[in-house]
């Protein structure tokens, strides 16, 4: 493919840290066996880049116990399993205005057969949902806050932390959805009761995996069951974690490289943040002074992750992104899986913008060039 300046990183990171390819290259041609299926040695090997991953993902999420790390085919699978695994008829679920489709659909469909209650929260002025409007919102029904980090919208990262505190002094559990701060925020950091993280964005592992971080307590009920490898002489689900949510094979070529990816992640994390701070700020800035640009990332001094969405006055995002494609640059326009933060926000769409540890000050300035660009051929027409 021709080269192209990546800006999409929110919906899966690219380039990935050559470590990660080779891990996952090394697998095909050397390893071959499947983890847990066998005793030979070829499976055993196997086994082990399991458990690594599992012990780098405990010691980010600030977990000790690994076996609370579930592999999961993405971040939508791990807030499946999370939400279906827990919830029962009659409970209410508590949900910012920032969720995802992955949070919202899932949830939606138990809302419309009438098993569950679901509030959608509404965030102050600034788009920022304060612990005091979670507060208020707890009912003895309540049975789960479901909570998106970061926006994969407007970037805007939510005050987490305290709003875990306020969910747990009420005893109401927090799924955290971390698919935007996963690899640059402190998730430990927030104490929440479940954290689902996709392996392919900030982590830094190859598509196709997801992690469902478990803490002290919770015991989702499977959304599979089969094999795995474990108590074989029992017609039943194991209820140990983490074979009770594993069935079938796992993605061990994904698992593998992902462990790479958190290796990166893990030396790098805190500057990385800053990096991807200091390249939104420029963006954000550049984009401002360019007539014609309509922001929808919130207030500036509010804490952001790398994510940066705009309209051009008077053109579709859709448009918008194919015309910065043509320019070779990849953005993202449309409502990106969010349709609630999009009505908050009074927009039907936005460019999105989102970066990664290998973008550079210079993919961030064409980006700019060509949305001048996009701009003034637009008046000449
Ligand atoms: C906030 C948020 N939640 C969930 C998801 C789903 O992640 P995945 O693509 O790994 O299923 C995304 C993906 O972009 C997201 O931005």
Redesign the pocket.
């Known amino acids: 493919m021709e080269k192209m300046i990546y800006l999409d990183n929110?919906?899966t990171s690219f380039p990935k840290p050559p470590s990660v390819t080779r891990a996952v290259a090394g697998v095909m041609e050397k390893i071959g066996g499947n983890p847990g299926r066998a005793g030979h040695s070829a499976a055993l090997a196997g086994g082990r880049i399991l458990a690594r991953c599992r012990e780098l993902a405990a010691a980010y999420a600030g977990i000790t116990a690994p076996e609370r790390v579930i592999f999961c085919l993405?971040?939508?699978?791990a807030?499946n399993m999370a939400i279906r695994g827990t919830l029962h008829a009659g409970d209410e679920v508590l949900v910012s205005h920032a969720e995802?489709n992955?949070?919202m659909r899932p949830l939606m469909g138990y809302h419309d057969a009438g098993k569950i209650t679901v509030r959608i929260l509404e965030p102050d002025r600034q788009g920022i949902l304060t612990p005091d409007t979670v507060r208020q919102a707890i009912t003895p029904r309540t049975a789960l806050m479901v909570l998106?980090h970061a926006?994969?919208v407007t970037g805007l990262i939510q005050p987490a932390r305290d709003i875990a505190r306020v969910c747990h002094s009420q005893g109401v559990p927090l799924l955290l959805?971390a698919?935007?701060t996963a690899g640059t925020e402190e998730i430990a950091a927030v104490h929440a009761d479940m954290i689902a993280m996709?392996g392919?964005?900030g982590l830094l592992g190859p598509m196709g995996t997801?992690l469902l971080i478990l803490g002290e307590g919770m015991l989702p009920r499977p959304l599979r069951e089969g094999g795995t490898g474990s108590a074989s002489e029992s017609l039943r689900q194991p209820v140990l974690l983490p074979d009770r949510l594993e069935s079938g094979t796992a993605n061990l070529p994904g698992i593998a490289g992902l462990v790479q990816g958190l290796k990166f992640m893990l030396a790098h994390r805190a500057a990385i943040a800053e990096y991807e701070h200091v390249l939104a700020r420029r963006m954000r800035e550049g984009l401002m002074n360019i007539p014609g640009i309509l922001p929808c990332w919130g207030p500036e001094d509010a804490a952001h992750v790398g994510v940066v969405s705009f309209n051009i006055r008077g053109m579709d995002s859709g448009e918008a992104a194919d015309q910065l494609n043509r320019q070779r640059i990849a953005v993202r326009g449309g409502l990106?899986?969010?349709p609630s933060i999009h009505a908050w926000l009074g927009t039907t769409g936005a460019v999105r913008a989102s970066l990664g540890p290998f973008n550079t000050e210079r993919d961030v300035d064409a980006l700019l060039s060509a949305v001048a660009k996009i701009i003034n051929d637009s008046k000449g027409r």
């Open positions: 929110a919906a993405n971040c939508t699978d807030l995802h992955a949070v998106c926006s994969n959805d698919a935007q996709p392919h964005k997801g990106h899986c969010a």
